[in-house]
């Protein structure tokens, strides 16, 4: 699965997620992104940044059979 793919997958479920205004406040293009599967799922990630400066990492759970994008809980 690709991020293309996923994008594609999301219009409905996460309409703004990959949406050009906020890709383009995070400093983000779609090429930024890996996906590598986790189980059923696809774990998606892409550096952040603000002003020049790392700021994180975007990373979301892609639910195949639903088209969710799903928040990671932090430990």
């Known amino acids: 699965m690709t991020i293309y793919e996923i994008k594609e997958r ?4 996460a309409p703004h997620f ?3 205004k906020t890709m383009k406040f995070f400093n983000q293009v779609l ?3 890996s996906v590598t599967r986790q189980g059923e799922k696809f774990l998606i990630s892409a550096p952040s940044y603000m002003d ?8 979301r ?7 969710e ?3 990671i809980a932090k430990h």
């Open 31 to 33: 090429t930024d992104f």
């Open 10 to 13: 999301t219009k409905k479920t």
């Open 69 to 71: 994008l799903e928040y």
């Open 61 to 67: 759970l892609f639910n195949p059979e639903t088209n």
């Open 18 to 20: 990959f949406d050009h």
């Open 52 to 59: 020049g400066h790392l700021m994180g990492n975007t990373k």
